[in-house]
T-cell receptor, first 111, second 116 residues
Framework: DAKTTQPTSMDCAEGRAANLPCNHS???????VYWYRQIHSQGPQYIIH???NNETNEMASLIITEDRKSSTLILPHATLRDTAVYYC????????????FGQGTELSVKP | EAQVTQNPRYLITVTGKKLTVTCSQN?????MSWYRQDPGLGLRQIYY???????DKGDVPEGYKVSRKEKRNFPLILESPSPNQTSLYFC???FGQGPFEGYEQYFGPGTRLTVT
């Protein structure tokens, strides 16, 4: 699996957009970018995934650069409940179901 | 409601006393796996199962056993627990591989195990 690099921590004001970057410069053509989050000691929660195109769902948007070497997860209107560790994971088609969680970004949403 | 359940949620036990942590999913998922989470080490996969009667080792399988006799259940067995197995354990499930590789994994709420 491609290695990912994320900032250790970030702060965001409640109601503002939270933009979480992820670097995956060694990503290969068949590898997807997944984002999960873990709210204090709860089970990780899937947020979104993408291959090339930008994606949006009810939780977030995922912007992938054209060269696919980096991506940004956007929480459009962060709330206090979005305080969590966010993991960017790269996984390919034939690489099995294992998710390799790095250290992630600890996002603190402040009032 | 689609969910993965684990039992027990909390367990304190002593070295050498066999225990089983149960995991069950109600989404008819083929793929199930177990992770452990330790401070500074993140989540690491213990075992996984691609379907009934098909299991394989993950990254840290030593000291653990699993079975997959039914599609919905994937119990984690510690035959002789030791203090280094004190950890937070998560079960996860998803649709299988192939054309479903994009589907997300659902995680259970976790089991906090302490072995003294």
């Amino acid at each position: 699996d491609a290695k990912t690099t994320q900032p250790t921590s970030m702060d965001c004001a409640e109601g503002r957009a939270a933009n979480l970057p992820c670097n995956h410069s060694t990503i290969s053509g068949n590898e997807y970018v997944y984002w999960y989050r873990q709210i204090h000691s709860q089970g990780p929660q899937y947020i979104i995934h993408g291959l090339k195109n930008n994606e949006t769902n009810e939780m977030a948007s995922l912007i992938i650069t054209e060269d696919r070497k980096s991506s940004t997860l956007i929480l459009p209107h962060a709330t206090l409940r979005d305080t969590a560790v966010y993991y960017c994971i790269v996984r390919g088609y034939n690489q099995g179901g294992k998710l390799i969680f790095g250290q992630g970004t600890e996002l603190s949403v402040k009032p | 409601e689609a969910q993965v359940t684990q039992n027990p949620r909390y367990l304190i036990t002593v070295t050498g006393k066999k225990l089983t942590v149960t995991c069950s999913q109600n989404m008819n998922h083929e793929y199930m796996s177990w992770y452990r989470q330790d401070p500074g080490l993140g989540l690491r996969q213990i075992y996984y199962s691609m379907n009934v009667e098909v299991t394989d080792k993950g990254d840290v399988p030593e000291g653990y056993k699993v079975s997959r006799k039914e599609k919905r259940n994937f119990p984690l067995i510690l035959e002789s627990p030791s203090p280094n197995q004190t950890s937070l354990y998560f079960c996860a499930s998803s649709f299988g591989q192939g054309p479903f590789e994009g589907y997300e994994q659902y995680f259970g709420p976790g089991t906090r195990l302490t072995v003294t």
